[in-house]
Antibody
């Protein structure tokens, strides 16, 4: 069965960096796009970034553009989110979510991980 | 700045029907935005219910349906059950590979 397991969260000071990982299993990782979605404590969902199946297309929310970088390593079935210049407002649970397929005939997210908590605080 | 709006809260009686909506602060939601809907209970990851306006994900009960109503995307729950009490989020495709969630609706079943 499809599994997505995030890791790398923790407490970090403002201005510092952190790298999140999402290890995928149960499907052919290199066939699917994948996203990061976050949720601040007690708040709603926010799409953060997405990457195409082959890594050639990357897109970011305006709130993280220029600070966060999404990448993937198909040899390790792993998605990454490099987060630089962190701000207190980046505090959130970060979920990875798999795309259902290449076109809109498939769900944008069909499987979700359980998330990893990032706390940005001095 | 584009903002996707949802009712902050809604209440429905068990067995009743409720329609949650998803709007743009400026403009109309159409099928071109490929609206999708997500259910989330506290402490859990979201669950995908509906995508591409009206397609149910595998395993989602048919009491959940999606549509476009006027200038908004809509999620209708027909015959609400106690375990439908959750937060519901819509997601719109904004173009150029970017997506935007609505603020979410907290649904109470009582």
């Amino acid at each position: 069965q499809v599994q997505l397991v995030e890791s790398g969260g923790g407490v970090v000071q403002p201005g510092r960096s952190l790298r999140l990982s999402c290890v995928a299993s149960g499907f052919t990782f290199s066939d699917y796009g994948i996203h990061w979605v976050r949720q601040a404590p007690g708040k709603g969902l926010e799409w953060v970034a997405g990457i195409s199946f082959d890594g050639s297309d990357k897109n970011y929310a305006d709130s993280v553009k220029g600070r966060f970088t999404i990448s993937r390593d198909s040899s390790k079935n792993t998605l990454y989110l490099q987060m630089n210049s962190l701000r207190t407002e980046d505090t959130a649970i970060y979920y990875c979510a798999k795309r259902g397929g290449y076109s809109f005939s498939y769900p944008p997210f069909d499987y979700w991980g359980q998330g990893t908590l990032v706390t940005v605080s001095s | 700045q584009t903002v996707v709006t949802q009712e902050p809260s809604f209440s429905v009686s068990p067995g009743g029907t409720v329609t949650l909506t998803c709007a743009l602060r400026s403009g109309s939601v159409s099928t071109s935005y490929h609206p999708s809907w997500y259910q989330q209970t506290p402490g859990q990851a979201p669950r995908t219910l509906i995508y591409n306006t009206d397609t149910r994900c595998s395993g989602v009960p048919d009491r959940f349906s999606g549509s476009i109503l006027g200038n908004k995307a809509a999620l209708t729950i027909t015959g609400a059950q106690a375990d439908d009490e959750s937060s519901y989020f819509c997601l719109l495709y904004m173009g150029s590979g970017s997506w935007m969630f609505g603020g979410g609706t907290k649904l109470t079943v009582l």
